[in-house]
């Protein structure tokens, strides 16, 4: 259980009879809170939730926003923008985040939305336990803020990026990535291709690009948003679906391609790509690839190895190899 779910835990009392509204869950236990009432809203697929959303709605009964401290600032910008827009009256609402997380800074952030600026209310400091601290304010109502005032653009080649905050490598393209985009510029995969984790839908929009039949997955119902904004923006189609790795995917791919995620919340993991690896062949007709692209120093040969009849560094520099693994025709 996070630890921020465990300081709520401790709000028993303040929570007994409110309709809450818990905001970036990043947590199933934050569903047996002891409220009278609960929704929640988040991200992550692989999270059962009310709303799995880039932003939040607010029920017309609830009185009471729990915001769940995001890692990304401007992912809390966002958030309390959009609530604030969503509300007729000021509403309580309560900032819960790790120490570590920035809490801090999001105070900042957090004493503009309840009108700290015009009246002086700052956030009050309700509870702290577990590295992790608790405050609340009323928060005020604003006009609407639309999804895309948040979007950041950003040119690759002839294409246009867009990502949302919380999406990785928010408004750059990231490293990894690039090398992994050398590759499949030189060598054209063959399709259908499935793009695994596809962010802000770089290697989506790219493949689509050159005329590939693509499917992108992402466990971020921002990621979602954020790779259809950018096949919009370029005029391409390609299928995008909000999925725990390969939950919701249809069907077997020539290819799958992926920079794969290497972090859970604010923990770092391999556990995630050693599923997507293991489970790779199933997703896969015969003679299929999967492409992927990891630092430098991880194991990922040796998983390949466990999984793929043939296995090869493609291409490497200091940072970062890319890897093909085939399974036999
Ligand atoms: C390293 S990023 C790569 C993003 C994009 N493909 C790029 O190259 O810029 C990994 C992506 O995997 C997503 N992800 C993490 N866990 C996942 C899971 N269990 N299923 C699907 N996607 C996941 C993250 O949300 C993130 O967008």
Known sequence: MENTTRLLQRQAALLAGRRALIIDANDEALGDLPAAHLQLHGDLASLRLDQATPVPEIPADTDLLVVILPKARERLDMLLATLAGGLSAPMECWLVGPGKG?????????????????????????DSARHCKLYRGQLQPA??????????????????????????????????????????????????????????????????????????????????????????????????????????????????????PFHEGLTHTTDISRRLIGEAPRHLLPGGQLLLVANQGLPYGDWLREHFTQVAVVRENRRFKVWRASLRP
């Open 102 to 126: 920035g809490i801090r800074g999001a105070l900042k952030q957090f004493a503009r939305f309840i009108g700290a600026e015009a009246e002086g209310a700052e956030p009050e400091p309700m």
């Open 143 to 260: 006009a609407p803020t639309p999804l895309t005032d948040f979007v950041r653009r950003w040119p690759l080649g002839d294409l246009t990026l867009c990502s949302l905050p919380g999406v990785f490598s928010h408004g750059r393209l990231d490293d990894g990535t690039d090398l992994l985009l050398e590759e499949l510029k030189e060598r054209l995969p063959a399709g259908p291709v499935l793009d695994i984790g596809c962010g802000a839908g770089v290697l989506t929009a790219s493949l689509a690009a050159r005329g590939l039949t693509v499917t992108a997955v992402d466990v971020s119902a921002t990621a979602v948003a954020a790779t259809r904004m950018t096949l919009a923006e370029n005029g391409l189609q390609a299928e995008v679906h909000h999925s725990n790795l390969y939950q919701a995917v249809p069907g077997r791919f020539r290819t799958l391609c992926t920079n794969p």
